[in-house]
T-cell receptor
Framework: EDKVVQSPLSLVVHEGDTVTLNCSYE??????LLWYKQEKKAPTFLFML????IEKKSGRLSSILDKKELFSILNITATQTGDSAVYLC??????????????FGKGTKLSVKP | DVKVTQSSRYLVKRTGEKVFLECVQD?????MFWYRQDPGLGLRLIYF???????EKGDIPEGYSVSREKKERFSLILESASTNQTSMYLC??????????FGQGTRLTVV
């Protein structure tokens, strides 16, 4: 059975700290891994990763994929209170005749204290 | 600007009612999805559709059905609502090998 496991499930840090969120997966026919940020409403897209070892970066956020060890990390440096959210990891697995579905982990709830 | 619109932000329905949740996207995407999100369980796929009139079951289809008569619209139907279907429902759409775009969610309470 395909699965995506995120850790930790929740995390409390102070502004300025650096955090690392983890996502491991077991899926057949892996195609890509995606990170989303969810505040009080719709998840918003952060990164899509398809190749091992290539870091994707956007401001203070970065992410990398290891397809051999089947995991990804999301790093946030110099955290701010606006980074408080649930971070979702999703893996796309190809299946049947349709394009891939996204299988989500349970998310990591990040709280950044002033 | 990309847009996925769900018809309601909040809904309260009675047990046994038939409930329709509507989702419309304006990006001409082939793929559309319905998820439910519950604390501690994450997002779970209910149904998805990769073309008009096509549908496939996700992980938790029991108690739900879907309809996709037009490319831009994907409806989730609760045939007879039950209290265990109280949840946040998220619609998403996706075109090609890109990220999925989500609607704002519908928080459904069944009493």
């Amino acid at each position: 059975e395909d699965k995506v496991v995120q850790s930790p499930l929740s995390l409390v840090v102070h502004e300025g700290d650096t955090v690392t969120l983890n996502c491991s997966y077991e899926v057949t026919n892996f195609r890509s891994l995606l990170w989303y940020k969810q505040e009080k409403k719709a998840p918003t897209f952060l990164f899509m990763l398809t190749s091992s070892g290539i870091e994707k970066k956007s401001g203070r956020l970065s992410s990398i994929l290891d397809k051999k060890e089947l995991f990804s990390i999301l790093n946030i440096t110099a955290t701010q209170t606006g980074d408080s959210a649930v971070y979702l990891c999703a893996v796309e697995a190809l299946g049947g005749g349709s394009q891939g579905n996204l299988i989500f982990g349970k998310g990591t709830k990040l709280s950044v204290k002033p | 600007d990309v847009k996925v619109t769900q018809s309601s932000r909040y809904l309260v329905k009675r047990t046994g009612e038939k409930v329709f949740l509507e989702c419309v996207q304006d990006m001409d995407h082939e793929n559309m999805f319905w998820y439910r999100q519950d604390p501690g369980l994450g997002l779970r796929l209910i149904y998805f559709s990769y073309d008009v009139k096509m549908k496939e079951k996700g992980d938790i289809p029991e108690g739900y059905s879907v309809s996709r008569e037009k490319k831009e619209r994907f409806s989730l139907i609760l045939e007879s609502a039950s209290t265990n279907q109280t949840s946040m429902y998220l619609c998403a759409s996706r075109g090609g090998w890109t990220e999925a775009f989500f609607g704002q969610g519908t928080r459904l309470t069944v009493v």
